[in-house]
């Protein structure tokens, strides 16, 4: 019996160290303005988007009809979704030091307006958004991005 609590024990405090190292990493940024329904989908569910929510690298974005969202992100890139959009958050890391990092995106469908922040001013070179049939690194500050329901052009 005692094995058997002790077995349990370890089990449950393994499974929480991983809930930790989930819940301490570092956010890619924050839900700023809202407007309609919003969800945020990682590993583990789904839930519905509210400002403050924090939003992490490996993140899906969905807005629906009539609805968009504003992030911005730890760099200070601003990112805005109109609706009916997919937008993946491939992965986003932040020196928040020395500006090095990674900003990788990915819009499957509908608008997203890109103002871009540290990371692309000091390394344009490490952003890049791509859609189905397009991928596009950043050169300049401000650009638009637009999918069509099947998942063409890009502008």
Do not use: W
């Amino acid at each position: 019996m005692r094995l058997r609590v002790i077995n349990h024990a370890l089990i449950l405090a393994c499974g929480c160290m991983a809930v930790a190292d989930v819940l301490a990493a570092d956010a890619a940024g924050v839900v700023k303005t809202l407007k309609g329904t919003v969800q945020i989908e990682r590993t583990g569910g789904s839930s519905g988007a509210a400002i403050g929510s924090e939003v992490y690298g490996s993140d899906r974005i969905v807005t629906g009809p009539e609805s968009s969202v504003g992030i911005t992100l730890r760099d200070t890139t601003q990112l805005s979704a109109g609706a009916n959009t997919i937008l993946e958050l491939n992965k986003f890391a932040f020196n928040t030091t020395t500006h090095d990092g990674v900003l990788d995106a990915t819009v499957k469908r509908g608008s997203l307006a890109v103002i871009s922040g540290k990371l692309a001013k000091a390394n344009p070179e490490a952003v890049r958004f791509s859609t189905p049939t397009t991928t596009l690194g950043v050169r300049g500050t401000e650009f638009i991005i637009e999918v069509g329901d099947k998942g063409e052009g890009a502008r």
